[in-house]
């Protein structure tokens, strides 16, 4: 099996590039953030505090998160309910970031995530993939674009969907996204030692879509 692991801070366009790679290349794509988007989701429908690992953790046993794959796409239930969509709330973004910051979080999800890189070629975007959770993947990329733009991004994704925010607030809170992935003591957010760093700063969508794919080819022809 191939095991392609794109890692990076919020914002900077993992998901929708991964998601198209994954599709040229026949791969199934895997969100990780998804994944800590549903545990976060959880813990708020519970009235739990996502920072609180003393509340959290009791909970985890009662979470069950199935991916599903739909001609390609992923999507996420919380026991029988899809909650694809529930999860992109910039409430559920921070409570994410939260009970991501928790090792017994990150044990809970680490089988699942290693098991579908197992049994099927993955392209598989988090915060880290090519560190953690897949260290022997052929092929590490490490996505990154300025905080700005990651949030302008950001801020037009969630406008388009109809929520009401404020640039600044969403480049606060990415800001505090980027400290708090960065600062935990369990699995921080840094580039794997062979990863190619990617900045898309200034780069359009296909732009970066391309670069991607070009780095990609060319790690496995040089791994075949």
């Known amino acids: 099996m191939i095991a392609i692991a794109i890692d990076g801070p919020a914002g900077a366009g993992k998901s929708t590039i991964a998601r ?16 800590y988007r549903a545990v ?15 509340a959290v953790c009791p909970l985890l046993e009662q979470v069950k998160i199935r991916l599903a794959f739909q001609n390609g796409e992923q999507k996420v239930y919380l026991g029988d ?37 197992k049994t099927n070629n993955v ?23 300025s905080p700005e733009e990651r949030a302008e991004r950001r801020y037009e994704e969630l406008r388009e969907k109809g929520e009401k925010v404020r640039f600044d607030e969403v480049l606060a809170d990415l800001k505090k996204r980027d400290y708090n992935d960065s600062h935990r003591t369990v699995a921080p957010l840094v580039p794997a030692e062979t990863a190619i760093v990617v900045d898309t700063t200034g780069m359009t969508l296909e732009q970066s879509i391309d670069k991607l794919m070009s780095i990609i080819e060319k790690k496995l022809n040089e791994n075949n």
């Open 123 to 145: 392209i598989m975007d988090g915060r880290d993939i090519g560190t953690v959770v897949l260290p022997d993947a052929q092929v590490k990329i490490f996505l990154t674009a």
């Open 40 to 54: 976060g989701l959880f813990m708020l429908q519970k009235g739990v505090a996502p920072s609180d690992s003393t």
């Open 20 to 35: 198209r790679a994954a599709a040229e290349l026949g791969y199934i794509y895997v969100d990780t953030g998804a994944l």
């Open 81 to 117: 309910r899809d909650v694809t969509g529930d999860i992109r709330t910039p409430e559920v973004s921070m409570a994410a970031s939260d009970v991501s910051a928790i090792p017994e979080v990150r044990k809970f999800l680490f089988s699942l995530q290693q098991d579908l890189a």
